[in-house]
């Protein structure tokens, strides 16, 4: 019996910072370094920090490489997915043989903890973009917030990020995501601003609670208090909107797969799927009510919006 394909690249989807991203994922659902509160996929199941081959890069490589030859518009290959890429020791590879066969720009998502290792600052040293996040400066804040692997220190993922700064050619857009009552203390705030002073990133990009998260408790904060937030933190600081695109050229794909892969990475909104597969909300809702039926997703109410997450 042949062995089914595993999809480990999915999209393009629309990224508020990416314009139109390829996702790629290599690494098992939720296999992370951080439990966070607010995270999207819903609580971390391997919590672990220690690398290792999780999965060869080269079918991923493969996939990758059919998604560029299906002629979508793809602004930046992106590996981020179901938990912290930098714990595959494939990463170094996979971006190496990206950057052979094409000019699209690779981007890394990562939650930092691990970047006070040298030989992770070494494997993202050939990536174009490297968006690293920071929520906490303070360890109590960073366990209550991020909820993290028991040997990571907060001091040293801020003393990694400082060293990479140093040695990376590319880009650094650092991520903060506030929650309400956990890490957006003004006395906080002000360690974290002195912390991205240190890191010296090409932008710093405030982000909030918007998707459904692991935990209810998880709330975000308005507009005006990240505006006033971003205004203290100076001219590379910026508060991330809504991504608002033009939908993509309509194109021959299996949508039952497609929606699927979607939704395994994300709680998704039927609006999300029908931009980032280019096709009307009427002929995505056939297939997601047959993917409800067979039981593989679920509906979640989130904020008066609809998410379809995997069941």
Avoid at 76 to 87: Q, R, V
Avoid at 99 to 127: C, H, M, Q, W, Y
Avoid at 208 to 235: F, K, M
Avoid at 285 to 293: F, G, Q, S, W
Wanted: proline content about 5%; overall charge positive; aromatic content about 6%.
């Amino acid at each position: 019996m042949k062995r089914k394909t595993v999809i480990r690249v999915y999209g393009p989807v629309p990224s508020r910072r990416l314009g139109y991203s390829l996702g790629v994922d290599i690494l098992p659902f939720k296999t992370c370094t951080l439990d966070c509160v607010y995270c999207q996929l819903g609580p971390t199941t391997n919590l672990t920090a220690e690398r290792k081959k999780f999965m060869d890069c080269l079918p991923i490589l493969e996939q990758i490489r059919d998604s560029i030859d299906s002629k979508k518009r793809i602004d930046y290959i992106t590996f981020s997915g179901s938990g912290e890429p930098t714990l595959n020791t494939e990463l170094k590879k996979c971006i190496r043989h990206i950057k052979s066969f094409t000019d699209i720009p690779v981007a890394v998502l990562t939650n930092a903890t691990l970047l006070g290792r040298a030989s992770v600052r070494k494997a993202l040293i050939e990536a174009d973009l490297v968006v690293p996040s920071l929520d906490a400066a303070e360890q109590s804040v960073f366990e209550k917030t991020n909820r993290p692997h028991p040997s990571l220190r907060i001091k040293e993922i801020i003393l990694g990020l400082e060293k990479f700064r140093e040695i990376f050619k590319g880009k650094i857009w650092l991520e903060v995501m506030l929650v309400k009552g956990f890490n957006d203390s003004p006395e906080h705030v002000k360690k974290l601003k002195e912390a991205v002073e240190k890191i010296c990133p090409d932008k710093v990009q405030l982000n909030t609670v918007v998707r459904p998260p692991a935990e209810e408790t998880a709330r975000p904060l308005n507009r005006e208090e990240l505006e006033s937030i971003c205004r203290q933190w100076g001219d590379l600081c910026e508060v991330i909107a809504d991504f608002k695109k033009l939908r993509q050229k309509v194109l021959s794909i299996d949508i039952t797969s497609e929606v699927l892969a979607m939704v395994r990475r994300r709680p998704v909104t039927l609006d999300d799927l029908s931009v980032s597969l280019g096709k009307h909300k009427n002929e995505i809702i056939k297939h997601l009510n047959a993917l409800l039926d067979d039981k593989k997703i679920k509906t979640r109410e989130h904020k008066g919006n609809t998410y379809y997450e995997p069941v």
